[in-house]
């Protein structure tokens, strides 16, 4: 099989304005626990994230929607070249949310800023070597260690919408968890936050979300 390669360069961004479009998912799996005694079973959610090089906190896959891929496509694309899995994703986003990167001067105006289109990721391949390995070390966490470990307050957000939307439509034997969210998250000085017209806010904003489906396609890969 031939090697995979990850997509680079901006040429075939797609934008809305001046926001650069971007999709990622939350990619998740069901863990089954079972007792000392092996009469009983549970399933436990774990959601998979990624380390970046000289970072403590992680992140969800995610990347730019490019001109000859639809959204869907692009946070497939990003999942397996960030994170190196396959699944079945969620027909529509969990919503989406609009930041920018800190970092950039005068990084309260438009420019630099991204729109974001999450989804949900149920995975059902793990590759054992992928397009950005060398860069992204993926790790599965439960959904306590993930929203403490979540570089961003948006991701949070979406990880928060996930785990409702999830629990509404929680399989049977799905272990029930109660989670407190962080005050903090790990790292204070975060590379994006969340922005609407041209103020920047320091406490989660409102998310726009999007009608839920429960149907799904299988991902093609």
Not at 42 to 62: C, G, Q, T, Y
Not at 107 to 133: H, I, R, Y
Request: include cysteine.
């Amino acid at each position: 099989m031939a090697s995979l390669q990850a997509r680079t360069g901006r040429e075939k961004q797609r934008y809305e304005g001046q926001l650069r479009l971007v999709a990622g998912c939350i990619p998740y799996r069901l863990e089954q626990n079972v007792e000392v005694c092996y009469s009983n079973s549970e399933n436990k959610l774990l959601v998979l994230m990624i380390s970046s090089p000289n970072r403590k906190d992680l992140v969800f896959p995610k990347g730019g929607w490019e001109e000859d891929e639809n959204m869907r496509d692009a946070a497939c694309r990003e999942a397996l070249e960030e994170a190196g899995v396959k699944g079945i994703l969620s027909e529509n986003p969990l919503g989406f949310w609009v930041f920018r990167s800190k970092s950039r001067e005068n990084s309260c105006n438009l420019g630099g800023g991204c729109k974001g289109f999450m989804f949900a990721l149920k995975v059902t391949e793990e590759l054992d070597s992928w397009p950005e390995q060398a860069l992204h070390e993926r790790k599965w966490l439960t959904i306590e260690e993930a929203f403490k470990f979540c570089r961003y307050d948006w991701m949070r957000d979406a990880l928060n919408i996930f785990l409702t939307t999830f629990s509404k439509e929680k399989p049977m034997g799905m272990r029930e968890e109660s989670v407190e969210l962080p005050i903090r998250p790990l790292s204070d000085a975060g590379d994006e936050c969340q922005m609407a017209s041209s103020g920047c806010f320091g406490k989660p904003s409102s998310v726009q979300h999007l009608q839920n489906s429960s149907s799904k396609c299988i991902v093609q890969g």
